[in-house]
T-cell receptor, first 112, second 115 residues
Framework: QKEVEQNSGPLSVPEGAIASLNCTYS??????FFWYRQYSGKSPELIMF????GDKEDGRFTAQLNKASQYVSLLIRDSQPSDSATYLC????????????FGKGTHLIIQP | GAGVSQSPRYKVAKRGQDVALRCDPI?????LFWYQQALGQGPEFLTY????????KSGLPSDRFFAERPEGSVSTLKIQRTQQEDSAVYLC?????????????FGPGTRLTVT
C-alpha cells in the first residue's frame, strides 16, 4: 500500500526563521511530488511541485527531492505569520495512476 | 480564468438519503479527480476521469458511491443511502494531466454532514 508520512506537529517556528517540513513516501516508483498549503476550513492550495532530484526554488519556498532516500522536503524562508497553516505532502505514482496520495499534513505555527 | 467550482458548498443529509455533488473544473482541464477529506486527515483519492472516461475508481469506498462526467467537463459524485461515516469534505480537483502536466488544482469542496 502506498504511504506518505509526515510529522503532524504542531511545528512552531519564530517569525523570520526558516521552517523545514519533511515527508517520506513508500512507493519507489513515485514520479511527481507536490506541496499543498491548507488553511483551516479551506481547500488545499498548490504551492510547489518537483519532479526531479535536487532543489527547486520559488520565492521564499524551496522544495527538495531525494528519490534514493524517498524523501521530500519544503523549506520556507523568512517565515511569516500568514504561513501558519497545515502543509500537505502529496505523491503521484505515475504509470497511469494519476490520483495523488497525501500525507496527513504538518501543522505549522509561525510565532510573531 | 475561473478556478474549480463546486456546489453545494454545504450539504446536510439524513441517513439513508441520496446526495449529488457537482464539480465544474478549470476550462480546458482534461483530467478531473474526486477526493474525500475527513477531519484532521489528508485528502484520500476516490476516482479519476480523463475527459469522459473514468480511468480509475479504485478509491470509491463502496458501491453506494458513483461518479460520472458524461460530456467531459462537469462531473457529479453521487452517494446513495448516505451513512454517518460518509460525513466529510468532498474535494474536486482538475489538471492538464495527459499532457505531461500533473499539477492538480482544488475546488473549495462540499462539506457533507449526515445526521
Amino acid at each position: 500500500q502506498k504511504e506518505v508520512e509526515q510529522n503532524s506537529g504542531p511545528l512552531s517556528v519564530p517569525e523570520g526563521a526558516i521552517a523545514s517540513l519533511n515527508c517520506t513516501y513508500s512507493d519507489r516508483g513515485s514520479q511527481s511530488f507536490f506541496w499543498y498549503r491548507q488553511y483551516s476550513g479551506k481547500s488545499p492550495e498548490l504551492i510547489m511541485f518537483i519532479y526531479s532530484n535536487g532543489d527547486k526554488e520559488d520565492g521564499r519556498f524551496t522544495a527538495q527531492l531525494n528519490k534514493a532516500s524517498q524523501y521530500v522536503s519544503l523549506l520556507i524562508r523568512d517565515s511569516q505569520p500568514s504561513d501558519s497553516a497545515t502543509y500537505l505532502c502529496a505523491v503521484r505514482s505515475g504509470g497511469g495512476a494519476d490520483g495523488l496520495t497525501f500525507g496527513k499534513g504538518t501543522h505549522l505555527i509561525i510565532q510573531p | 480564468g475561473a478556478g474549480v467550482s463546486q456546489s453545494p458548498r454545504y450539504k446536510v443529509a439524513k441517513r439513508g438519503q441520496d446526495v449529488a455533488l457537482r464539480c465544474d473544473p478549470i476550462s480546458g482541464h482534461v483530467s478531473l479527480f474526486w477526493y474525500q477529506q475527513a477531519l484532521g486527515q489528508g485528502p484520500e483519492f476516490l476516482t479519476y476521469f480523463q475527459n469522459e472516461a473514468q480511468l480509475d475508481k479504485s478509491g470509491l469506498p463502496s458501491d453506494r458511491f458513483f461518479a460520472e462526467r458524461p460530456e467531459g467537463s462537469v462531473s457529479t459524485l453521487k452517494i446513495q443511502r448516505t451513512q454517518q461515516e460518509d460525513s466529510a469534505v468532498y474535494l474536486c480537483a482538475s489538471s492538464l494531466a495527459g499532457t505531461g502536466l500533473y499539477e492538480q488544482y482544488f475546488g473549495p469542496g462540499t462539506r457533507l454532514t449526515v445526521t
